[in-house]
C-alpha cells in the first residue's frame, strides 16, 4: 500500500487537486493501456499466437516484416508491462491528509 500524506498551511483544496490529477493520470494511463492491448490483439491474431508463444519461441525471422514488426510486438508488451505496474501503483494510493 502506498500512502501519500499531504500537509498544507491553508485550507485550500490542495488535497482535490492532487487526487484529480493522479486520477486524470490513471484515466490517460487506461486510455493507453487500451490502445496497446489494441496492437497485441492485431498481431495476436495475424499470427494466431498468444504473446506468451511469441515471447517464448519466435524470433524476427519468424515475422513477415522481420525486425521491424518483432521490435513493435515485443515494444508494446514492454509498454502494456510498464503501464499496467503504473496503474497498479497509482490505484493503490492512500490519501491521507492533515
Request: aromatic share 8%; charged share 40%.
Amino acid at each position: 500500500m502506498i500512502k501519500l500524506q499531504i500537509q498544507s498551511d491553508k485550507e485550500d483544496g490542495v488535497v482535490d487537486i492532487i487526487r484529480a490529477a493522479i486520477s486524470a493520470e490513471i484515466k490517460r494511463l487506461e486510455i493507453g493501456l487500451s490502445k496497446t492491448n489494441m496492437q497485441i490483439e492485431k498481431f495476436e491474431t495475424e499470427y494466431d499466437v498468444s504473446s506468451e508463444v511469441f515471447q517464448k519461441e519466435f524470433s524476427a525471422e519468424d515475422l513477415k516484416k522481420g525486425d521491424r514488426e518483432y521490435i513493435e510486438w515485443a515494444g508494446e508488451l514492454k509498454i502494456r508491462e510498464k503501464v499496467m505496474e503504473d496503474l497498479r501503483k497509482l490505484k493503490e494510493i492512500e490519501y491521507v491528509a492533515h
